[in-house]
């Protein structure tokens, strides 16, 4: 409470965060809340709220209170402070300035208002909870937007990556059919070679092994080489086309299986991605929508048929093209061989068409299978996004009738916060006009007052005045009869300072400012409930239609708003009412400031300080006993004054009477000035005189002394007063002649010093302007050897990357004399080429090598040279003098390149 009330954002912040609870109260009931508003600081109230709002997001909220029904209470709200026309003030005023009456109504207003405060802040505390909820919310959607957009690129990529396992199977597909091209052409050369070559006694050698040859790469086809094996001799060339047919159409087969494998592999990421999806879309509130959804699967579905499309239009190019070639090959056969091998030739047929078949079901079923799979994920698909639909439908209107309910009751509190605002508005500009008119009336006041003060200075400048005349008058007067009237006056002061004494005038003083402390404490207080009121109203304007218009709510937060709704109504009729009491209490109290400020002006022209009234009271009583008592004292000196008057005329009388007799004034005066005139010349007569006799005794004491000296004579006496006066001297002398060589001799031993000082503050110079000239010329020579240390080090770097170029070069060429050996070791005489050209061929890779291993050797005896050159530098640039980071830069070059002849 005190850190609120010095506003002292940082203590209470750490009070706060130590678990200082806010909502205790004092002996006044007063908490924290109001003292900061008293003191008018924000932060620390945004603070206080904060913690309030912390400390009930903590516990669940309670249910909104009914309007005719009372909720308990958690924390007590500050009571607000008694204006003092409701209760009874410190001292009673005067009858001219009643305190304005309180009607019971507005004496009853403060338990309600208490209540209507309490529901007040629990509705703003709710609407804040739901503000929370709100934007969790909405993080929430944003994530999983956010969510939804790296799920479609993803599939975006994946997509890419199924046009470009297209375009790759397009270019295998471009590429076998090249091969196939080029295995006719090979098959019709074959064809023709074995033709020509049946008479050569090795064919059938040659054929039998091919056939053996190519036994292992079909296993299907095992049993027909059993039989052909079994077969005469004269088939062998077809049943070695047949093989080469089989080994093709099996290769093709098992690249679409691995095609079909590879697809399968991605249509199952395609399930678990668009599971995963569905998880996602169920695991929350949120939803993909069903245009993108829909979008999403046509555009898998196109892939889906282009895909199955190009696969069987590449199955049926490969089978239309391996039946043909066997029915080619057929034919051919059946013009070459016998009825026997056309039969053989036949069955091998109709085998490979059953393999053929085979292998078609099996790719049928694997379409089905795949199909199967994308069907039920997209009934899996199409089921979710039905419920999906008819939840967000359901969810979707009851947003829409949320957000119609929130924002009839927004623009039923804008417009409800408008009309407090003016009301507001209008309090404020009644306030201003009532401060600037006690303005004008404490301007009036104080212009009143100083005019008063001049007139009552201008009356004492009068009074004194006139007393000095009185004064000058009595003066002729008897001074007996003014002393005694300047006593009896010295008397009256006296018991009137003892009537009234000073404390009493310093009570009533202090009385009068605790008066004026507590009307500005009252007007305070009636700021402070304003701000109050004030405050309350910015609570319970709406938020912006940004929190309001959300896309999701639920059951609860309808009855929420409806409850809201309820509880707004009602709080905003305790607004209205705690307005209308803070009207009312504002009204009150500045009726009570006018009549306090108009008695004030006219105690302050009565007199110049204000008394309380028990303390006026006691103070007009000894006044007016004073005033009797005075009274009586005046009638007692009216008594003794016309006693006095009556004396006056007597002794006037005698003195006019003796007048007479006497002298006037003007020849007393002429008188008087003859006997001055008489006396300043005997005076100046004397003094002529006395200056004649003080000259005869000096010329007197002159002839004196000459005769003494004509004598020559001088008494003993003299003699030996002016020995001892002369010795006196002597010694007085002698003691200073002491005391001015003892002052010598210091001053000599400090000019010695001071030389000695000098002549050592000049050897130091001289020594530190030489040690500072050697320390320049050390800096530039160090200067320069860093300049040089920096040349080298370039210089280093440089080599460095010439070594290392050169290293690598030499790596390149000692590869190359390695591949080189490798191609020698591995070179053998092919059978169509003759000795003298082999043993060129060798002689001019030997020549060849032994070039590469001089130029190694020249690149590293180059090298080691370059190394030994920078290494006698560097030791000579160690052995010089040098600071301790060229050193070490030396040092870690030494080291660089110690690690380079080390590798």
């Not at 516990?59 to 008694?82: D, M, N, V």
């Not at 795949?370 to 419920?387: M, N």
């Not at 005349?469 to 007996?480: H, I, L, P, T």
């Amino acid at each position: 409470m005190l850190a609120c009330e010095s506003d002292s954002a940082e203590t209470v912040e750490v009070l706060l965060r130590g678990g200082a609870t806010p909502h205790l109260t004092d002996a006044l009931g007063r908490d924290a809340t109001h003292y900061t508003i008293a003191g008018g600081s924000q932060h620390i109230l945004r603070l206080l709220q904060d913690t309030a709002k912390e400390g009930s997001g903590k516990e669940p909220p309670a249910p909104p209170p009914l309007p005719g029904r009372g909720t308990p209470r958690k924390r007590k709200a500050p009571l607000p402070p008694s204006p003092p026309a409701q209760g009874s003030p410190p001292s009673p005023e005067p009858q001219s300035t009643p305190p304005p009456a309180q009607s019971p109504e507005t004496q009853r207003t403060p338990p309600a208002s208490l209540m209507e405060d309490e529901e007040v802040f629990e509705e703003i505390r709710r609407l804040r909870l739901e503000r929370g909820r709100l934007l969790q919310k909405i993080k929430g959607l944003e994530q999983q937007q956010h969510s939804a957009h790296i799920a479609l690129e993803e599939l975006c990529l994946l997509q890419e990556r199924l046009e470009q396992a297209e375009v790759d199977r397009e270019q295998l597909l471009a590429e076998i059919e090249e091969l196939r091209g080029t295995g006719t052409v090979i098959l019709a050369s074959d064809s023709e070679d074995a033709e020509n070559m049946l008479d050569f006694p090795g064919a059938e050698r040659l054929l039998s092994r091919r056939s053996r040859g190519s036994e292992p790469d079909s296993e299907s086809t095992q049993d027909d080489d059993a039989e052909q094996e079994e077969r005469n001799s004269s088939c062998t060339s077809q049943g070695q086309g047949n093989q080469e047919v089989l080994s093709a159409l099996q290769r093709q087969v098992e690249e679409l299986t691995a095609q079909n494998a590879d697809l399968l592999l991605k249509v199952e990421m395609l399930e678990n991605f668009e599971k995963d999806d569905t998880d996602i879309q169920n695991s929350g509130p949120d939803f993909v929508p069903t245009v993108l959804y829909d979008s999403l699967r046509k555009e898998f579905e196109e892939l889906q048929e282009r895909y199955f499309q190009a696969q069987a239009a590449a199955e049926a190019s490969s089978v239309t093209g391996s039946i043909e070639k066997v029915e080619e090959e057929q034919g051919e056969g059946e013009e070459e061989d016998t009825g026997e091998s056309a039969k053989e030739l036949k069955e091998q047929l109709r085998g490979l068409e059953e393999q053929l078949r085979q292998s078609q079901t099996e790719l049928d079923e694997l379409r089905e299978q795949v199909k199967v799979g994308v069907f039920s994920v997209e009934q899996l698909g199409d089921t979710d996004t039905e419920e999906r639909a008819e939840v967000q439908s359901s969810d979707l209107q009851q947003l829409r009738d949320k957000v119609k309910e929130l924002e009839e009751a927004v623009v039923k509190k804008r417009a409800e916060a408008e009309s407090e605002n003016d009301t507001s508005r209008q309090l404020r500009e009644k306030v201003e006009e009532l401060e600037a008119a006690l303005a004008e009336k404490q301007a009036e006041d104080n212009t009143i007052v100083n005019n008063l003060r001049q007139r009552v200075s201008e009356l004492e400048a009068a009074l004194a005045e006139k007393q000095a005349e009185r004064k000058a008058e009595e003066e002729g007067d008897g001074e007996q009869e003014a002393h005694v009237l300047q006593n009896k006056v010295q008397e009256l002061q006296g018991e009137l300072r003892n009537r009234v004494p000073r404390a009493e005038l310093e009570e009533v003083q202090l009385t009068l400012g605790l008066q004026l402390e507590q009307l500005a404490r009252e007007r305070a207080e009636a700021a402070m409930r304003l701000n109050e009121a004030l405050l309350e109203l910015e609570r319970l304007r709406p938020p912006p239609d940004g929190d309001g218009e959300e896309d999701e709510d639920e059951e609860e937060d309808r009855s929420e708003s409806s409850e809201r709704s309820i509880t707004s109504g009602s709080t905003l009729a305790a607004v209205r009412e705690q307005l209308e009491v803070a009207r009312q209490e504002a009204a009150q109290a500045l009726d009570y400031l006018c009549a306090e400020r108009e008695g004030r002006a006219q105690d302050a022209l009565q007199m110049k300080d204000a008394v309380p009234l028990s303390q006026h009271q006691e103070a007009l009583s000894t006044l007016n006993s004073h005033l009797e008592q005075v009274a009586q004292e005046l009638q007692r000196e009216r008594a003794l004054r016309d006693h006095a008057q009556q004396e006056i005329s007597r002794m006037e009388a005698q003195m006019q009477s003796m007048q007479k007799d006497l002298i006037s004034k003007e020849e007393h005066e002429k008188v008087k000035l003859a006997l001055q005139r008489s006396l300043e010349e005997s005076e100046r007569s004397a003094q002529a005189a006395q200056d004649a006799l003080s000259a005869r005794e000096t010329e007197l004491k002159e002839v004196r002394s000459q005769r003494a000296a004509e004598q020559g004579a001088v008494s003993k006496e003299e003699h030996e007063a002016q020995r001892l006066s002369l010795q006196a001297e002597i010694n007085a002398l002698t003691a200073q002649l002491a005391d001015l060589a003892r002052k010598h001799e210091k001053t000599c031993t400090e000019v010695f010093q001071v030389q000695r000082e000098a002549l050592f503050n000049k050897s130091e110079r001289q020594a530190a302007e030489a040690q500072l000239a050697a320390v320049q010329k050390q800096l530039a020579d160090l200067q320069a050897q860093s300049s040089h240390v920096q040349e080298l080090h370039k210089g280093i770097q440089e080599s460095q990357g010439l070594v290392k170029e050169k290293d690598r070069k030499i790596t390149e060429l000692s590869k190359e004399i390695f591949r080189l050996k490798e191609a020698l070791g591995a070179l053998t005489p092919p059978l169509g080429l003759s000795s003298s050209g082999f043993s060129s061929q060798q002689v001019a890779l030997q020549g060849r090598v032994t070039a590469l291993t001089q130029q190694l050797k020249d690149w590293e005896q180059k090298h080691r040279a370059v190394v030994s050159v920078y290494r006698t530098h560097l030791l000579a640039a160690v052995q010089g003098r040098m600071d301790e980071e060229v050193q070490a830069l030396l040092l870690q070059i030494l080291r660089m390149t110690h690690e380079e002849q080390g590798h």
